[in-house]
Nanobody
């Protein structure tokens, strides 16, 4: 079955960096738009970044521009989220997700059909 699995989360001090990985099984990531989302306690899930089949990226949160980047390694069937200059407000569970049938990016969780289990990112002051 289709499966995505995130890893790389953890505890980091403000200003530090983390790289999250999303490994896909049973499908090829390059054929779909893949999004990164995050959800803080008591808040709704929100789109962070998305990569389309051409490698282009779309930002959905202004505060992560210049700090977060998304990339894809087709040989490893993996999408990465590089997070630099982390801030306490970045603390959340981070998820990767795949749209059901679309090459185009979207920041809306309802438009994605497959999700990973999430990985916790905690940024201390």
């Amino acid at each position: 079955q289709v499966q995505l699995r995130e890893s790389g989360g953890g505890l980091v001090q403000a200003g530090g960096s983390l790289r999250l990985s999303c490994v896909a099984s049973k499908f090829t990531l390059d054929y779909y738009a893949i999004g990164w989302f995050r959800q803080a306690p008591g808040k709704e899930r929100e789109g962070v970044l998305c990569i389309n089949v051409s490698g282009g990226s779309t930002y959905y949160i202004d505060s992560v521009k210049g700090r977060f980047t998304i990339s894809r390694d087709k040989e490893k069937n993996t999408v990465y989220l590089q997070m630099n200059s982390l801030k306490p407000e970045d603390t959340a569970v981070y998820y990767c997700a795949r749209r059901r049938v679309s090459y185009r990016c979207s920041g809306a969780p309802r438009e994605y059909g497959y999700w990973g289990q999430g990985t916790q990112v905690t940024v201390s002051s």
